[in-house]
């Protein structure tokens, strides 16, 4: 059984900030521009700290620290550990620690921000409330040997307030004087950290809640275009959930993944290495197990169909698809068991073909909702 949200568990210093910043952000900010507006400077500023502290936490506390995705030189982690604290998600290690869980039991009761307890929960509500005993942190050895980890472990509050909020202050004072500062910690302190945490807490919401499950349907994590836009490329939640060590979350191409292009060009000037890629046969191989799945359960709504003339040419149509499917799934299993890797040419038409029969199959049920009608 679930446990319920513990309500009389508050955790008041993360309750009082974030209604702060929420407050701050949500209406000193917007007075302050109505007021002032926002001219080049502080334009800049607060791209460059969203920048900076959004990707801080998906290229450096996501990828690298959570899942060793890849090896990263000591400025890179230096420069995501700093800019890291400034996005006040707390410590590396502490956000390793529940994310490396998130994983583990994802969708039970020992995900910190298990989705069946609902979207609040999921998104917020998890920060909001202790849960006692508190999890211990023996999922995170390997990062404890890293000495830079630990000193952001030590000091990542004193950072997150001078980098992150007196910093753009600081900045803005030398820039613009009193009204300069105000408007430096208000855009790109505060404002900041609300747009990067909510960017960050959707990942775990509304990542579990809308798109599509093109490689398993394991676990409620989805992919979707529309929150890659707003998560650093982080929205292809459905395959990093399959594939958690991959360094891309948007494995295709055309997938819009900032993070998985900013790993790669540290790699190329020698600042990111040992990247890891599931082979391409093995992500073909969980599409086709998917899209056989569906092609089954859609077997079985048709079985139960009371028209016998309809059921009998779905079912026979289905049937075929299942054998283009048995095929496919033959030739990419003896791929990867044979650690043959597929060329470019055979992973295009076995994306076609799998794509094409899922096609059909989205016919097939189109057809099939004016004979329910
Ligand atoms: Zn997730
Ligand atoms: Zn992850």
Redesign the pocket.
Known sequence: MKKLVPTKRVDWINTAFLFLITLLALIAAPIYLWHHGMNAFQTGMFVFYVLATGMSITLGYHRLFSHLSFKAKWPVRLFTLVFGACAFENSVINWASDHRR??KH?DHDDDPYDISKGFFWAHIGWILFKVLPEPPLDNVADLRKDRLVMWQAKWDKVIALTVGLMLPAALGYLHGGPTGALGGFLIAGVLRVFVVQQCTFF??SL??TIGRQPYSTKCS?RDSFLMSLFTFGEGY?NY??EFQHDYRNGVKPWNFDPTKWAIWCLSKVGLASNLRRVPHAKILLAEVNEARRRAEAELARVAASEDTAWKESASEAIEKLLEQLADCYQALEESVADKVKLSREAAERWSREIREVLEHLGEIRQLRLPQLA
């Open positions: 998130h994983h994802t990942i775990n990542c579990h994590a939640h990093h959930h």
